[in-house]
């Protein structure tokens, strides 16, 4: 099949959204070795980045794989199969995370929606005050349903959690919704956001994320299902690493005279939350894969240091 391009490709689609030329500019050079302090230094200012993005100072996992690896990631991670699980459908995506839900054999009480409106906070609530012996594990709520164009506030959500006492986790896909609707992971008392790099970011596609709070991270530490994506160990220790490998990269590269100092420095832009697009958080050249950095953290793990 021949397609016919006539000036310039613009996608108009919900995403992946059109990458900004500053960003497109920035990918253009040289591939890295995702093994060199080098590529340490950029994994550690993404590492912050994300952070700021999601409003948290808690761990932001970043995994090479689209929203939907990041979907898998947060249900591996802190669920088992048979666990109870609620979730509002909302529109196409909710069908489709209610779909890999089900192949990890979660027992999924999906709650039919009309696709004409986020979910219903009211109904959650009432699911929520009625299960007594606190079966349901976790609410998992779609924040901005791509599909339909509904939006589910997640502090209802998590207001319906605290009136009913509930402990369910509350895990939110706000793949569509992050950098473009107002989002806050700490104050909004969100256990796993997850995330994707091609939508509000303006990033291309390949990054997931999970934002995790402490009690989640407890439970994924607790949870004894096999899995790859995980948020403990590397990802963990990294986080924990931080500022220790950060600065050996710069000492490193600063007596080589390599000026890695300059680049250190947190961004000097102020935040432009919600503004759309990743350039006021330094996050454009983002690269995926895992670096000098992941095999420091792992010996340090294995030598049995955090
Ligand atoms: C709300 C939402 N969730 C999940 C996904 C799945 O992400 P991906 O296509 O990167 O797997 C998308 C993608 O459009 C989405 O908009």
Redesign the pocket.
Known sequence: MTVLHTGRHFLQI???TNIPDRVLRAMDMPGMDHRSAEFAELGFAVMAASQRIFRTRQPVMIYP???????EAAIVNTLSPGDKVLMPET?Q?AV??LGIAEKFKLDVDFLPGDWRRGADVGQIEAKLAADREHRIKAVMV??????TGCVTPPLEVRKALDRTKHPALLMV?????LAALEYEHDAWGIDVS?G????GLMLP?GL?FNAVSEKALAVAKANPSMRSRDQQGRHLALHAGDQSAVRAARSGQDARGGGAGERLRPPQAPQRRNAGGCQGVGIGNAVSGTGRAFARADRRRHAGRP
């Open positions: 919900p995403g992946p794989s689209s929203g939907t690896g990041a979907w529109g995506f489709l995370w779609i924040h901005n349903e791509t599909s896909d706000t793949i569509s919704g997850v994707g790099s091609q939508k596609p997931g």
